[in-house]
């Protein structure tokens, strides 16, 4: 794992240049502490810090191929590197280390920039050709690994971090609107935008090629569709699953410094460590924070699953008030604003799992590949009751709102208040009212419109997935947080948290060919009536006690909305008072001041907005 950046200029890397990247390259100290490379050409340059993992000796980046034609620095980790270089010493490339970065450059001598078919792994590389006077930039197919780029005519900037780049003298500061705009209503900043104007992440799976004529973006990858006539049963799909996972934990688990596992009690980091305790040849060490809000503790059903498999485990309670004081340190280490509350414990649990481990697995992306939302269920219930008149699903959430408000984790009702939230719309508008933070009304009282960006994204992402004529609304949902929700939010929220504290975070469930697999099963294998992940809790059945696997979903979260009416009451509206005097987004003073009163009364539970507005407030600030 490390932080890469660099500048493509075409008409010539200036020392001011260089000057610039290492301001850029020192920014990503965090993510690469052990060591830092630069190398300079007449049109290009390019920095790194590196978080030593494999070859510690001898892997120092950047590296080349044998005639210095070829550069390359890597963020991330290529998991079947040893294979990858074995038949390239049989087609005679000659190798310097023993580090999977290596690969790269031999691998692009062979096959352009078609290499990245070859890879499994988690990655965002650079790579200069200086014969063609050409670099290109790839991202792994989900995303896991993060690379923004900045275009400024036939010069490109690019880093692993937003302000990495925003180091860069001649970048711009200024707030991208539309990105606001989609953030209000997804609680993140859908690729490619970045919330600064001008800056771009590249997309997942895709490679970028910049030469002094063009700048190029291709796809390279997309998931795999469901096949609605499966022959396979369920018994034969555990089995395929089972090999799949077996393979992937083995690839997973390279690493010339010690690996761990993130465990919270859940179905996909129990099956992880199950098969990490199979194939480690030493012992196994399990990380779980813990809190004193019994909702959303899992200690208990963690510790459980840690003494069935034998594992050392390391269990951190977080007291409330920790959690409070680090908020604003945390909210400000995301690099673009997030409005996702489980930040809080994946800093925390980074923290704990960094004083033992430089590399950790975590069980992200199982609830996407495998029908782990109860939402996916919910979208097959409001499709059923779609028939039902528009008057009903107003009336009916005008009762949801008067709900006695409940702050526990998944109370009714804030369950039956988001279902009824968005059940009467069409599927990917109601997915983004259930998933999403402002609703187009909402967002009209604050801002006053209902945004221009985040009605077109959302259109384009209902004509892209009516082109899948898919039957089954829960396999639509769930291929639409795999291209959206699972890049732009989970992902980027472990990535930038583990970052913060040199934690290499690897996700195994994330391997493609594994996903591949997982992508062709229909939701009615994986989702059976309110029963999620069904192929997951049979093979976990099989390996611990069933009464464990069939605990009960909690998420992995923070109790935000008690807070809001207890301790961070008066830091809240100060808050954002502060960004109401500003004006700087046009929000609506007397909506926003609504907001808090009626959740401090207990009135509404406004918890998911109050905290987006915080979370943007405090990244600008």
Same mark, same amino acid.
Request: glycine share 6%; with cysteine; net charge neutral.
């Given at each position: 794992?490390?932080?890469?950046?660099?500048?493509?200029?075409?008409?010539?890397?200036?020392? $001011?240049?260089?000057? /610039? *990247?290492?301001?850029?390259?020192?920014?990503? @100290?965090?993510?690469? %502490? #052990?060591?830092?490379? =630069? &190398?300079?050409?007449?049109?290009?340059?390019?920095?790194?810090?590196?978080?030593?993992?494999?070859?510690?000796?001898?892997?120092?980046?950047?590296?080349?191929?044998?005639?210095?034609?070829?550069?390359?620095?890597?963020?991330?980790?290529?998991?079947?590197?040893?294979?990858?270089?074995?038949?390239?010493?049989?087609?005679?490339?000659?190798?310097?280390?023993?580090?999977?970065?290596?690969?790269?450059?031999?691998?692009?001598?062979?096959?352009?920039?078609?290499?990245?078919?070859?890879?499994?792994?988690?990655?965002?590389?650079?790579?200069?050709?200086?014969?063609?006077?050409?670099?290109?930039?790839?991202?792994?197919?989900?995303?896991?690994?993060?690379?923004?780029?900045?275009?400024?005519?036939?010069?490109?900037?690019?880093? $692993?971090?937003?302000? /990495? *780049?925003?180091?860069?003298?001649?970048?711009? @500061?200024?707030?991208? %609107? #539309?990105?606001?705009? =989609? &953030?209000?209503?997804?609680?993140?900043?859908?690729?490619?935008?970045?919330?600064?104007?001008?800056?771009?992440?590249?997309?997942?799976?895709?490679?970028?090629?910049?030469?002094?004529?063009?700048?190029?973006?291709?796809?390279?990858?997309?998931?795999?569709?469901?096949?609605?006539?499966?022959?396979?049963?369920?018994?034969?799909?555990?089995?395929?699953?089972?090999?799949?996972?077996?393979?992937?934990?083995?690839?997973?688990?390279?690493?010339?410094?010690?690996?761990?596992?993130?465990?919270?009690?859940?179905?996909?980091?129990?099956?992880?460590?199950?098969?990490?305790?199979?194939?480690?040849?030493?012992?196994?060490?399990?990380?779980?924070?813990?809190?004193?809000?019994?909702?959303?503790?899992?200690?208990?059903?963690?510790?459980?699953?840690?003494?069935?498999?034998?594992?050392?485990?390391?269990?951190?309670?977080?007291?409330?008030?920790?959690?409070?004081?680090?908020?604003?340190?945390?909210?400000?280490?995301?690099?673009?604003?997030?409005?996702?509350?489980?930040?809080?414990?994946?800093?925390?649990?980074?923290?704990?799992?960094?004083?033992?481990?430089?590399?950790?697995?975590?069980?992200?992306?199982?609830?996407?590949?495998?029908?782990?939302?109860?939402?996916?269920?919910?979208?097959?219930?409001?499709?059923?009751?779609?028939?039902?008149?528009?008057?009903?699903?107003?009336?009916?959430?005008?009762?949801?709102?008067?709900?006695?408000?409940?702050?526990?984790?998944?109370?009714?009702?804030?369950?039956?208040?988001?279902?009824?939230?968005?059940?009467?719309?069409?599927?990917?508008?109601?997915?983004?009212?259930?998933?999403?933070?402002?609703?187009?009304?909402?967002?009209?009282?604050?801002?006053?419109?209902?945004?221009?960006?985040?009605?077109?994204?959302?259109?384009?992402?209902?004509?892209?997935?009516?082109?899948?004529?898919?039957?089954?609304?829960?396999?639509?949902?769930?291929?639409?947080?795999?291209?959206?929700?699972?890049?732009?939010?989970?992902?980027?929220?472990?990535?930038?948290?583990?970052?913060?504290?040199?934690?290499?975070?690897?996700?195994?469930?994330?391997?493609?060919?594994?996903?591949?697999?997982?992508?062709?099963?229909?939701?009615?294998?994986?989702?059976?009536?309110?029963?999620?992940?069904?192929?997951?809790?049979?093979?976990?059945?099989?390996?611990?006690?069933?009464?464990?696997?069939?605990?009960?979903?909690?998420?992995?979260?923070?109790?935000?909305?008690?807070?809001?009416?207890?301790?961070?009451?008066?830091?809240?509206?100060?808050?954002?008072?502060?960004?109401?005097?500003?004006?700087?987004?046009?929000?609506?003073?007397?909506?926003?001041?609504?907001?808090?009163?009626?959740?401090?009364?207990?009135?509404?539970?406004?918890?998911?907005?109050?905290?987006?507005?915080?979370?943007?407030?405090?990244?600008?600030?």
């Amino acid at each position: 794992m490390c932080g890469i950046c660099g500048i493509f200029d075409p008409d010539k890397i200036s020392d $001011s240049s260089i000057s /610039s *990247l290492i301001r850029m390259r020192d920014r990503l @100290r965090l993510r690469g %502490p #052990d060591d830092e490379g =630069l &190398y300079r050409d007449e049109s290009v340059a390019l920095g790194i810090r590196r978080l030593s993992v494999i070859d510690l000796k001898t892997g120092r980046q950047p590296i080349a191929n044998e005639d210095d034609s070829v550069w390359v620095v890597l963020n991330g980790e290529i998991y079947n590197y040893r294979e990858l270089r074995r038949d390239l010493e049989q087609k005679g490339h000659r190798f310097r280390t023993q580090s999977d970065t290596e690969v790269l450059v031999h691998l692009y001598e062979e096959s352009g920039e078609r290499l990245v078919e070859s890879l499994r792994g988690m990655f965002a590389f650079a790579l200069w050709d200086k014969r063609k006077k050409m670099l290109m930039l790839a991202r792994d197919r989900f995303g896991i690994k993060p690379l923004y780029y900045a275009q400024q005519g036939s010069r490109l900037i690019f880093s $692993s971090e937003l302000r /990495s *780049l925003l180091q860069h003298p001649e970048i711009s @500061r200024e707030t991208d %609107p #539309d990105a606001v705009d =989609l &953030y209000l209503t997804t609680g993140y900043i859908p690729s490619p935008l970045s919330i600064i104007r001008g800056i771009q992440k590249v997309p997942p799976a895709t490679v970028l090629t910049a030469t002094a004529q063009k700048i190029e973006l291709k796809k390279y990858w997309a998931p795999s569709l469901p096949q609605p006539d499966l022959k396979l049963d369920i018994p034969e799909l555990q089995q395929q699953l089972s090999r799949h996972l077996a393979d992937s934990v083995a690839l997973h688990l390279r690493s010339d410094v010690p690996v761990g596992v993130l465990l919270s009690g859940g179905l996909d980091s129990s099956l992880i460590l199950s098969e990490v305790v199979k194939a480690s040849q030493k012992q196994v060490t399990a990380f779980t924070i813990g809190f004193e809000e019994a909702s959303f503790d899992e200690t208990a059903a963690a510790a459980q699953i840690a003494r069935h498999f034998g594992v050392d485990h390391q269990i951190e309670t977080i007291g409330t008030r920790e959690q409070l004081d680090r908020i604003p340190e945390i909210l400000g280490a995301c690099d673009e604003p997030l409005a996702d509350s489980s930040v809080i414990p994946t800093w925390f649990l980074s923290r704990l799992a960094k004083r033992s481990v430089t590399v950790a697995l975590s069980g992200d992306g199982g609830d996407e590949l495998f029908g782990g939302y109860p939402t996916y269920a919910a979208h097959r219930i409001a499709q059923r009751l779609g028939i039902l008149p528009q008057p009903f699903w107003a009336a009916a959430q005008w009762a949801a709102n008067r709900l006695p408000v409940s702050d526990k984790n998944f109370s009714f009702d804030f369950i039956a208040g988001q279902f009824l939230r968005g059940a009467g719309q069409p599927l990917v508008q109601r997915h983004f009212s259930w998933m999403g933070i402002f609703s187009a009304d909402e967002k009209t009282a604050l801002t006053g419109s209902a945004g221009g960006a985040s009605t077109a994204w959302i259109k384009k992402q209902s004509e892209e997935l009516a082109a899948f004529t898919l039957s089954d609304p829960a396999d639509a949902a769930a291929g639409l947080d795999q291209k959206t929700y699972l890049p732009d939010d989970l992902l980027f929220k472990t990535d930038r948290l583990s970052m913060q504290h040199s934690l290499e975070l690897r996700v195994p469930l994330l391997d493609h060919p594994l996903a591949e697999f997982a992508g062709t099963i229909p939701s009615l294998l994986k989702i059976q009536g309110s029963s999620t992940k069904i192929l997951f809790r049979k093979l976990l059945e099989e390996r611990i006690p069933g009464s464990i696997a069939r605990h009960p979903k909690k998420g992995f979260g923070a109790p935000v909305a008690a807070w809001l009416r207890g301790p961070l009451k008066e830091w809240s509206a100060d808050t954002l008072e502060t960004a109401l005097h500003s004006n700087k987004y046009g929000w609506n003073k007397t909506y926003v001041r609504t907001l808090l009163k009626e959740h401090a009364q207990g009135r509404r539970n406004h918890a998911r907005r109050i905290w987006a507005l915080l979370a943007l407030e405090q990244w600008q600030s």
